[in-house]
């Protein structure tokens, strides 16, 4: 098998297991470490739409934008979320982004779009786990915003219900507020401590489980609510436990499939030939081994020599036998420049001659112009070949690419469309 071919294929494996890691796998490692008694969950996801960017409705690179968010925040809610079973599920406000400005048109769109991320068309997740919601400001905006567009809260609570009430979970009653004077701190995840007469008060904001909106630690929370405590008791940390769990890190895996993608091109571009063999440093490294391979070889077979030479058996005075190894007589060589003469026998050797003909200028101007137009010949044909090569190696990457793409987009569809298209 050719090198260039081992590399394709190697290259093909190393696309199929990043695709199957960062398109799956991600989401399953993320579900494995965090772990909860199963009581509630929280998360906060907003939506991408056209007042997030500030690109046109109808532009592709906005629709590109939202389908890999939202193909993002469904595989987070139903491959790492869904599978702990929670007993309610919680949103935590900001469910859109532009909830207030954008149109109706564009906020039914909104709408589809959420129930399709979170599966809320599916009437079996419905029926399974309750489903509560907190308003957020890129909802409905702030309070002296509700005085002029009335029908923004209107056609919230149409869709999500009341913005104040209260539901239990277990033994632990929930109050959810429209409470918007409260610190704000972006899409990230962090906790405050707020003075009251009445003692402190721990704020936990919880980040969104989107990988856009400038967070690069997407995150969800689980809560855990145990059995209601008496009226003397204190002890409210006890009562409620949370855990804070993260999602991959979608911007990091793009940014692998990036880098791999610069490596593969330069392994295809400047990979030898004939493999790693061609190299200058692996010929001398190779050189180098049969050197000394020869070398222990060679040593090997002078002591066979002489293990299987002539040796004669002498006897000392005193009885003791010793081996003598006998003399090998070497024969004359004889000397290719000289041959045996007999007495008075004469040698003739052919002398040059005194004279040397000097070459008539005319035949030195021709053999210049000779020798010139042969160099520019072979230069030309060098450039030829030089030419030749740079395109049969750039046929080579193309056949490669085409090749690693083959093979792998298939699998990338599937891991998309298996993901997106409801069940």
């Known amino acids: 098998m050719q090198s260039a071919t081992r590399l394709t294929l190697l290259l093909c494996a190393a696309w199929a297991a990043a695709l199957l890691y960062g398109e ?46 939202d193909l993002n925040m469904r595989r987070s809610f139903q491959s790492t979320i869904l599978p702990f079973k929670p007993d309610v599920v919680l949103f935590l406000g900001d469910h859109f982004d532009g909830g207030p400005y954008m149109p109706d048109e564009e906020w039914q769109e909104s709408l589809f779009r959420f129930k399709h991320i979170f599966g809320l068309n599916d009437q079996r997740t419905k029926q399974q786990i309750p489903i509560y919601y907190l308003p957020g400001n890129h909802d409905i905006g702030y309070s002296a ?26 033994k632990v009653d929930f109050v959810v507020v429209d409470a918007q004077t409260l610190d704000g701190h972006d899409h990230d995840q962090c906790t405050v401590v707020h003075s009251t007469p009445f003692g402190p008060v721990t704020e936990h904001t ?41 999602l991959p890190k979608q911007t990091h895996i793009y940014i692998w499939y990036i880098c791999q993608f610069v490596v593969t091109i330069l392994l295809l571009v400047f990979w030898p030939t004939n493999g790693l063999g061609s190299l200058p440093c692996m010929n001398t490294f190779m050189s180098f081994m049969r050197s000394v391979g020869a070398e222990l070889l060679s040593r090997t077979k002078e002591k066979d020599d002489e293990d299987d030479g002539d040796y004669d058996m002498v006897f000392d005075a005193e009885g003791s036998m010793h081996l003598v190894k006998k003399a090998v007589a070497k024969t004359p060589s004889a000397s290719s420049d000289s041959r045996p003469t007999g007495r008075g026998s004469v040698v003739a050797r052919a002398t040059a001659g005194r004279h040397r003909l000097e070459p008539d200028s005319s035949i030195r101007v021709d053999m210049g112009s000779e020798m010139t137009s042969e160099d520019g010949g072979k230069l030309a044909r060098a450039g030829k070949s030089g030419a030749r090569k740079v395109l049969q190696r750039l046929f080579r990457v193309i056949q490669s690419v085409l090749v690693i793409a083959a093979l792998n987009a298939p699998l990338y569809m599937m891991l998309l469309f298996k993901d997106w298209i409801d069940r």
């Open 24 to 69: 799956m796998g991600a989401y399953w490692a993320s579900y494995l470490a965090c772990s909860w008694p199963s009581s509630s969950s929280s998360s906060s996801p907003p939506l991408m739409d056209s007042t997030s960017l500030g690109l046109p409705s109808s532009s592709v690179a906005l629709q590109a934008a939202e389908f890999y968010t």
């Open 145 to 170: 915003f509700h005085s002029v567009h009335p029908e923004v809260l209107s056609r919230y609570e149409k869709e999500f219900g009341s913005r104040n009430y209260q539901f239990s979970a277990g």
């Open 206 to 246: 919880l980040g969104t489980i989107s990988w856009q909106q400038g967070n690069l630690y997407p995150s969800f929370m689980l809560l855990s609510a145990g059995p209601k405590l008496s009226q003397n008791s204190t002890d409210l940390e006890h009562e409620v436990a949370m855990n804070l769990c993260f």
